[in-house]
């Protein structure tokens, strides 16, 4: 068995919406490169309180319109809400989401369904939005 390893990073994600969702697959990958884990699992965390993550298919960004368009259904902005800064919704939204994942790592690979990716999910930007990223797992064997 190779020897335990631990490693963190911060993926920054610039959006360009008020409300939108980002495709961060390939910065994970980056950062679980990084990491040298062979096997194991990366726990991600977005450190906000109006933007939140999700795994959802990455082929056909008609899903991220739906998915966006259904939230605001549910949790309209214009709501009347008591929280003065009048972004309720988006820390309604980013709840509703969740704002942390855990992915398994398998031969220094993300373990994702074949149409899955990682998503930042904005609900008040633009803003520039950090993502938290802790590999837990083990180096290949040599």
């Not at 020897?3 to 990073?9: A, L, N, P, R």
């Not at 993926?11 to 980002?22: C, D, K, L």
């Not at 990366?42 to 298919?57: C, D, F, K, P, Q």
């Amino acid at each position: 068995m190779g020897e335990s390893v631990t490693f963190y990073g911060q993926i920054s994600v610039p959006t360009r919406r008020r409300v939108q969702m980002i495709d961060i697959t390939g910065q994970v990958q980056e950062i679980v490169n990084k990491s040298g884990a062979g096997e194991g699992v990366v726990y991600l965390s977005a450190l906000h309180t109006t933007a939140g993550l999700t795994i959802n298919e990455d082929a056909d960004p008609d899903v991220r319109e739906d998915l966006l368009a259904h939230l605001e259904r549910l949790v309209p902005v214009n709501s009347q809400f008591r929280h003065v800064e009048g972004n309720s919704d988006a820390h309604i939204k980013a709840s509703l989401v969740g704002t942390t994942l855990s992915v398994p790592i398998h031969e220094g690979r993300l373990v994702l369904g074949r149409w899955q990716g990682i998503f930042l999910c904005e609900f008040d930007g633009p803003r520039t939005r950090s993502v938290a990223a802790q590999v837990m797992g083990v180096s290949p064997t040599s």
